[in-house]
């Protein structure tokens, strides 16, 4: 019976043996044994192309995948002539990997490998962060290291990692990738031609030839495009900097900033932060694209120039505003001045300079109340209704009201004319005055180089195109933006100016100013849209402020 026992116990003990080495094979040594495993045949291996590139159009990489490395140590590797070689190398190779790492020193490095060895691991992390391709060379190049990975034990895992080196700039414009990238693109650029950035993936197997193990390419993987985008690291960096330095000085909420080529309609810059936690602005999302936002007084500018196209009104129409006070239907329509006595009789070119509430409602109320819908086709007739059709997902659809849907009331009208209960983008509002700039020729919004899309080849005729021009010019000039005028170069535009809502006593105030420069040659047009909480706001003139800036930097950096 001990005979009996001790055999029993024998096979017991090595059946548990047996376990315990199959499960550290299963799970301790798992990655060892599969690479030992790549070294013989493997059918239909996937291999992963390199994603495209998105340039600047001036060639500046702004999105690139770059590999980055996780280095790691098989201390059973190589067997007594490996370990004897890492031993006698020790002090070196720790000396070496402090040049490379120098938040560690070497004794860290020494002591950290030492415990390695010491446990035998077989997948021992050298570095506890990833490191760059450069960093990885230079650690390949140590004693021992340098050598194969079953001679040696030194090996690596990859990852391929989506890079932008100029940090933030443009960074919701040119989207994100998933953590794990081989799903995808999120959002931006990188999800709009994911497609043709992403590329084709290859199939490899591994066959022996003449006692060697060798990778034959069945089918050869196929490296993503490049996109050349048509926005301009320089002007991106001047509209970012003047624009998050106003946002931080007066507290602001929300801001976007955006810069587009007039006769192409590339854009060259597009900015949009709003303000994290923390205190700090981000770009979390493409609000010049995406906000549903009552455009205030620029939107004056249109229901002008429907009046105009209808010959309802001339430059010269005059309109006795008196003390800044209209009744309209019950309410009250205020210009800004009004506690301070209004405009009294003005004209039209003047209603837009001093951007009268009073004029502008007063005269579309009067030609439009018996038939709105007339009015509101003189808006769709300039394609202000229309979304762009960007090459980026996440657009909004401008909303304006006609008079057959809900809550179209008498009031409706005239507080449409001037910029309320309509809901429109601000990259919309931009393209609107770009085509005036562009003499009546709306063209679609790029974000990459390809061919430019006409959304409306001529918005009004070119005469009540120069007039609301001249309109715009006195606005800066001689009106309420004297201070968006620099010095060096005339500005044509239009500041808008609305609240947009109302809490616990506390008001969300919309600053924009919107328009076009060179006067004399328009080459740009620029939006620069605010949201702001509470008291003061200044009316439109903080975000003039942003556009001067912006205006002043770009062309003195563009001509110098």
């Known amino acids: 019976m001990t005979r009996y026992f001790f055999v029993v116990l024998v096979m017991g003990l090595l059946g548990i043996a047996i376990v315990v080495k199959a499960a550290i094979i299963m799970f301790a040594e798992r990655q060892y044994w599969q690479d030992v495993a790549d070294r013989f045949i493997k059918e239909n291996v996937t291999v992963k192309p390199n994603r495209g590139n998105i340039l600047s159009s001036d060639g500046k990489l702004m999105a690139s995948s770059l590999p980055e490395y996780r280095i790691y140590m098989d201390f059973k590797a190589g067997g007594v002539t490996k370990d004897t070689m890492l031993v006698n190398h020790m002090n070196e190779i720790c000396e070496g990997l402090h040049k490379i790492f120098p938040d560690k020193s070497a004794a860290e490095f020494k002591s950290h490998l030492q415990k390695g060895r010491k446990k035998g691991s077989r997948n021992y992390l050298i570095y506890p962060r990833r490191i760059s391709y450069i960093q990885y060379k230079e650690a390949k190049r140590l004693p ?11 090996h690596e895992q990859v990852y391929n990692q989506r890079k932008k080196p100029f940090g933030s700039l443009a960074a919701r414009t040119l989207g994100d990738l998933y953590a794990d990238t081989a799903q995808g693109a999120k959002n931006g650029i990188e999800l709009s031609f994911d497609t043709l950035l992403k590329g084709r993936d290859g199939i490899t197997h591994r066959q022996k030839v003449m006692n060697k193990y060798l990778n034959i390419v069945d089918i050869a993987p196929v490296d993503g495009c490049d996109i050349i985008s048509t926005l301009d690291v320089g002007m991106q960096d001047i509209c970012e900097k003047a624009l998050v330095d106003k946002l931080k000085e007066i507290n602001a909420t929300v801001g976007v900033a955006v810069l587009m080529e007039v006769q192409t309609g590339e854009v060259k810059a597009i900015v949009n932060m709003m303000k994290a936690n923390d205190g700090n602005y981000y770009e979390m999302r493409n609000n010049a694209i995406s906000d549903m936002m009552e455009p205030g007084s620029t939107f004056k500018t249109a229901s002008i120039m429907v009046a105009l196209e209808d010959g309802k009104i001339t430059p010269e129409t005059e309109v006795d505003t008196g003390n800044g006070i209209m009744m309209m239907y019950g309410s009250k329509m205020r210009d800004h001045n009004w506690h301070r006595g209004g405009y009294g009789k003005i004209n039209v070119t003047r209603i837009l300079e001093v ?17 709105p819908q007339k009015y509101v086709d003189g808006l769709k007739r300039m394609s202000i209704d229309q979304p762009l059709h960007l090459q980026i997902s996440g657009e909004g659809k401008p909303n304006i009201k006609g008079p057959k849907e809900r809550y179209f009331a008498k009031t409706t009208l005239p507080w449409m004319s001037i910029g309320y209960e309509t809901q429109v983008p601000p990259l919309n509002i931009l393209t609107f005055y770009n085509a005036i ?52 170069v005339p500005i044509a535009g239009k500041q808008g100016f609305i609240e947009l809502s109302i809490g616990d006593n506390e008001t969300e105030f919309a600053l924009e100013f919107c328009g076009y420069f060179p006067v004399d040659n328009p080459q740009y047009s620029i939006i620069v849209s605010i949201n702001k909480m509470g008291l003061p706001v200044d009316g439109g003139l903080i975000a003039s402020d942003v556009c001067k800036q912006i205006v002043d930097n770009v062309l003195s950096n563009r001509y110098k």
């Open 437 to 488: 700039a562009n003499d009546g020729k709306m063209v679609q919004p790029q974000l990459y180089k390809g061919t430019m899309e006409v959304i409306n080849p001529q918005i009004a005729s070119k005469a009540n195109i120069g007039n609301i021009k001249e309109a715009l010019i006195e606005h800066t000039v001689e009106g309420l933006d004297k201070t968006s005028y620099p010095e060096s």
């Open 144 to 154: 021992v290291f340098n050598l194969n990975k079953y001679k040696g034990g030194f």
């Open 355 to 371: 951007s009268s509430n009073v004029g502008v409602s007063y005269l579309i109320d009067k030609h439009y109340k018996d038939n």
